[in-house]
C-alpha cells in the first residue's frame, strides 16, 4: 500500500512524501515504484489517526456495560478518524465498575474492523458529591484497597483514574495510582487551589474535562483550575465541541497550556452518531436537541460528536494541524502508555492514519494500514 502525494506530518513538521505501508505497519518514506494499491493525497494532510482517551460509547454502545459489544462503536470511530481510543466508565459502585472492566478486557481481545480498544479510564468512582453532573456517584469510601481492586481487575489496561483530591484518602489513593502506572487526573472536584497542589505533589498529572465539573475560578482563591491551569506538571482533557467551553476559553487554554499541555477528547457517549432524540442510559433520560444532550433538567450530560470534530473546531479557531496532532494522538498514546506503536508517523509505528484538508475535514482513515 501507498499513500502518495501528500504533506506528511513527521517529526512536527510537514514533508511533502509518500508512505509505503508493509505488514499493517509503516515501512518507509520516499518515492516509490506504482504498487496495486495507491492512496492519491495530493493537496491533503496526513496525520496520525486520532486517539480518544475520554470516551463512554457510542451509536448505542455503552462502555460501561457488562456485557456489550463494542464492534459498532469502534467501527463508527475509526470512520470519524479516531483509531483507538481508552473505553471511559462513569462513577459506579466497585462491582459494577470491576464488572464494566471485565467486559472491556474481553473487547479488547477482540479482532475488530474498527478503532483500537488501548485502555480503560474510570471516571470515578471516587469524585465529589457536589460536582457530578450527571452523574450518580455511589457512596464508595475513596480507599487504596478499593483501588486495587480496580487495577486487578484491569489486568494492565487501567490507564487513567479521575479523582476528586478533596476525598478522603485521595492522596494516598493518588500515590497508589503513580506507582501502578495509572494516571491520576483531577475532576469532578470542589478542590481548593491547596487540595489540588498536594494532589498534584502526590503524583497526580492530569485534568478531567478541564472547567466542566470543576469549582469556579475566582481571583482571590482560583481553586482546583488555578492549579491545573499554572502547573506544568498537568496535562488538561478539553472538550472542543463548543458546547462544553466556548471559543474564548478554549483560546486561553491553549495559550495556557500549549499543545503539549492538552489533550483533545470527546467524552462523547451512546447518543454519539444517533442524531437527535430521547434515549435512556442506565435507567436515566438524555435528550438530544440541535446536537446537544442534556438531562431532563437541563444539564449538560456529554459530548454527541467523535473527536474529530473537535479537531475541526481547533483548526477553524486557528490551532496548526501539528498541534492538534500533539493533543489528539502523540499525547494520548504517551498517557497510554503505546507511544511505541502508534501516536506518530514513524517507520515502524502501525499505519494508523488519517488524510485531512486544512480545515480538518476526514477525507480518508487508515487502522493498520487498512483503508476504511
Same mark, same amino acid.
Given at each position: 500500500?501507498?499513500?502518495?502525494?501528500?504533506?506528511?506530518?513527521?517529526?512536527?513538521?510537514?514533508?511533502?512524501?509518500?508512505?509505503?505501508?508493509?505488514?499493517?505497519?509503516?515501512?518507509?518514506?520516499?518515492?516509490?515504484?506504482?504498487?496495486?494499491?495507491?492512496?492519491?493525497?495530493?493537496?491533503?494532510?496526513?496525520?496520525?489517526?486520532?486517539?480518544?482517551?475520554?470516551?463512554?460509547?457510542?451509536?448505542?454502545?455503552?462502555?460501561?456495560?457488562?456485557?456489550?459489544?463494542?464492534?459498532?462503536?469502534?467501527?463508527?470511530?475509526?470512520?470519524?478518524?479516531?483509531?483507538?481510543?481508552?473505553?471511559?466508565?462513569?462513577?459506579?459502585?466497585?462491582?459494577?465498575?470491576?464488572?464494566?472492566?471485565?467486559?472491556?478486557?474481553?473487547?479488547?481481545?477482540?479482532?475488530?474492523?474498527?478503532?483500537?480498544?488501548?485502555?480503560?479510564?474510570?471516571?470515578?468512582?471516587?469524585?465529589?458529591?457536589?460536582?457530578?453532573?450527571?452523574?450518580?456517584?455511589?457512596?464508595?469510601?475513596?480507599?487504596?484497597?478499593?483501588?486495587?481492586?480496580?487495577?486487578?481487575?484491569?489486568?494492565?489496561?487501567?490507564?487513567?483514574?479521575?479523582?476528586?483530591?478533596?476525598?478522603?484518602?485521595?492522596?494516598?489513593?493518588?500515590?497508589?495510582?503513580?506507582?501502578?502506572?495509572?494516571?491520576?487526573?483531577?475532576?469532578?472536584?470542589?478542590?481548593?487551589?491547596?487540595?489540588?497542589?498536594?494532589?498534584?505533589?502526590?503524583?497526580?498529572?492530569?485534568?478531567?474535562?478541564?472547567?466542566?465539573?470543576?469549582?469556579?475560578?475566582?481571583?482571590?482563591?482560583?481553586?482546583?483550575?488555578?492549579?491545573?491551569?499554572?502547573?506544568?506538571?498537568?496535562?488538561?482533557?478539553?472538550?472542543?465541541?463548543?458546547?462544553?467551553?466556548? *471559543?474564548?476559553? +478554549?483560546?486561553?487554554?491553549?495559550?495556557?497550556? &500549549? #499543545?503539549?499541555?492538552?489533550? !483533545?477528547?470527546? /467524552?462523547?457517549? $451512546?447518543?454519539?452518531?444517533?442524531?437527535?432524540?430521547?434515549?435512556?442510559?442506565?435507567?436515566?433520560?438524555?435528550?438530544?436537541?440541535?446536537?446537544?444532550?442534556?438531562?431532563?433538567?437541563?444539564?449538560?450530560?456529554?459530548?454527541?460528536?467523535?473527536?474529530?470534530?473537535?479537531?475541526?473546531?481547533?483548526?477553524?479557531?486557528?490551532?496548526?494541524?501539528?498541534?492538534?496532532?500533539?493533543?489528539?494522538?502523540?499525547? *494520548?498514546?504517551? +498517557?497510554?502508555?503505546?507511544?511505541?506503536?502508534? &501516536? #506518530?508517523?514513524?517507520?515502524? !509505528?502501525?499505519? /494508523?492514519?488519517? $488524510?485531512?484538508?486544512?480545515?480538518?475535514?476526514?477525507?480518508?482513515?487508515?487502522?493498520?494500514?487498512?483503508?476504511?
Amino acid at each position: 500500500m501507498i499513500i502518495r502525494n501528500g504533506a506528511v506530518l513527521r517529526d512536527g513538521v510537514f514533508t511533502q512524501t509518500d508512505i509505503r505501508i508493509t505488514g499493517g505497519r509503516i515501512g518507509g518514506f520516499g518515492s516509490f515504484p506504482d504498487d496495486s494499491d495507491v492512496y492519491d493525497a495530493a493537496g491533503l494532510y496526513v496525520l496520525p489517526g486520532l486517539i480518544d482517551t475520554h470516551i463512554h460509547g457510542s451509536v448505542g454502545v455503552e462502555f460501561a456495560s457488562p456485557d456489550e459489544d463494542f464492534e459498532k462503536a469502534r467501527v463508527w470511530l475509526a470512520r470519524q478518524g479516531v483509531t483507538g481510543f481508552a473505553a471511559t466508565v462513569r462513577a459506579l459502585p466497585a462491582d459494577r465498575t470491576i464488572a464494566a472492566e471485565r467486559n472491556i478486557l474481553r473487547e479488547s481481545r477482540k479482532p475488530s474492523k474498527g478503532a483500537h480498544l488501548f485502555g480503560i479510564h474510570l471516571e470515578g468512582p471516587f469524585v465529589s458529591p457536589k460536582k457530578s453532573g450527571v452523574m450518580h456517584p455511589p457512596e464508595e469510601t475513596c480507599a487504596v484497597e478499593t483501588f486495587s481492586r480496580f487495577v486487578e481487575a484491569g489486568e494492565g489496561l487501567l490507564k487513567i483514574m479521575t479523582i476528586a483530591p478533596e476525598r478522603e484518602n485521595a492522596l494516598a489513593v493518588i500515590v497508589a495510582a503513580k506507582a501502578a502506572g495509572v494516571h491520576a487526573s483531577l475532576g469532578h472536584t470542589d478542590a481548593t487551589y491547596a487540595q489540588a497542589e498536594a494532589a498534584i505533589d502526590a503524583g497526580a498529572s492530569r485534568a478531567t474535562h478541564v472547567f466542566n465539573a470543576m469549582r469556579p475560578f475566582c481571583h482571590r482563591e482560583t481553586g482546583v483550575l488555578g492549579a491545573v491551569l499554572t502547573d506544568e506538571r498537568v496535562n488538561t482533557e478539553m472538550i472542543c465541541d463548543l458546547v462544553h467551553n466556548d *471559543p474564548p476559553t +478554549v483560546r486561553m487554554v491553549y495559550r495556557l497550556k &500549549g #499543545a503539549h499541555g492538552m489533550t !483533545l477528547v470527546s /467524552d462523547s457517549g $451512546v447518543m454519539s452518531g444517533l442524531g437527535d432524540g430521547e434515549y435512556v442510559v442506565d435507567g436515566h433520560t438524555r435528550i438530544v436537541s440541535g446536537g446537544v444532550c442534556r438531562s431532563p433538567e437541563g444539564r449538560i450530560a456529554g459530548s454527541t460528536v467523535s473527536m474529530a470534530a473537535g479537531a475541526k473546531t481547533l483548526a477553524a479557531l486557528g490551532v496548526p494541524l501539528a498541534d492538534i496532532a500533539v493533543m489528539g494522538a502523540k499525547t *494520548p498514546a504517551k +498517557v497510554l502508555g503505546i507511544d511505541h506503536i502508534t &501516536g #506518530a508517523i514513524q517507520e515502524g !509505528l502501525l499505519a /494508523d492514519l488519517i $488524510v485531512v484538508d486544512a480545515a480538518f475535514d476526514v477525507k480518508a482513515v487508515f487502522v493498520e494500514g487498512k483503508h476504511l
